[in-house]
């Protein structure tokens, strides 16, 4: 299990990170999981999720039944913060600019029939995002890896409300499904709307949910 964590990890303390993030820190939100067992339980997967505010990443960390191994903007990799994510193995991005170390350490994990996941919407401006969903592509494509859309609501205070009390914070796991392997720029691209298609679709129909049930995006 530790070559499916980046060197230098850590497998006793990303564990203990996983507990505190579905335990203390969850306590603050009612969290409800659905589809937790769409993960498959062995082999390569490359977990794609939306990102709503700093707090779907621990969230996420935590709940789903696998470590998985978060490609994270290198921002939050300052000081002590910094030396824990490397420590429970998660891997830091460059934004705005071409970085294939984090992708070759995230394949190497893959490879090693491990788990990566990336937040396509957590780098600002358009060009970032895409580059977080070619690199998603990528990882599945060339590694084999299933792909496993994951959509979060609920950690997004609303534009107007105040603090609010153990918010309910839905997290709704996908099917997982395959890419195909053909070589190319414009089947990558092709690849990568797939990826992109199937997680709006299903961030959509959560949203669907929680509106019916009252619940605020």
Do not use: Y
């Amino acid at each position: 299990m530790s070559g499916q964590l980046p060197p230098g990890a850590w497998p006793r303390l990303h564990d203990l990170g996983r507990w505190i993030g579905r335990g203390p820190f969850a306590w603050a939100f009612r969290v409800r999981v659905s589809g937790r067992s769409r993960v498959p339980a062995h082999g390569p997967v490359v977990v794609v999720a939306n990102h709503s505010s700093m707090v779907d990443g621990p969230i996420l960390f935590g709940v789903l039944p696998r470590r998985v191994v978060f490609l994270i903007k290198q921002e939050m990799f300052r000081g002590p913060a910094g030396w824990g994510l490397r420590r429970i193995g998660q891997l830091a991005v460059r934004r705005g600019a071409p970085d294939r170390a984090p992708l070759v350490a995230a394949q190497g994990v893959l490879r090693a029939g491990g788990v990566v996941g990336v937040f396509p919407e957590g780098t600002r401006g358009a060009g970032d995002v895409a580059q977080a969903q070619q690199g998603a592509a990528w990882l599945a494509r060339t590694t084999g890896a299933a792909v496993v859309p994951v959509a979060c609501r609920g950690t997004l205070r609303p534009p107007g409300s105040g603090r609010r009390f153990r918010p309910v914070v839905d997290v709704l796991v996908g099917e997982p499904f395959e890419l195909p392997a053909e070589k190319g720029r414009a089947a990558l691209e092709k690849a990568t709307e797939q990826v992109r298609d199937r997680l709006a679709t299903l961030v959509a129909e959560l949203d669907s949910k929680r509106s019916a049930s009252g619940e605020a995006r």
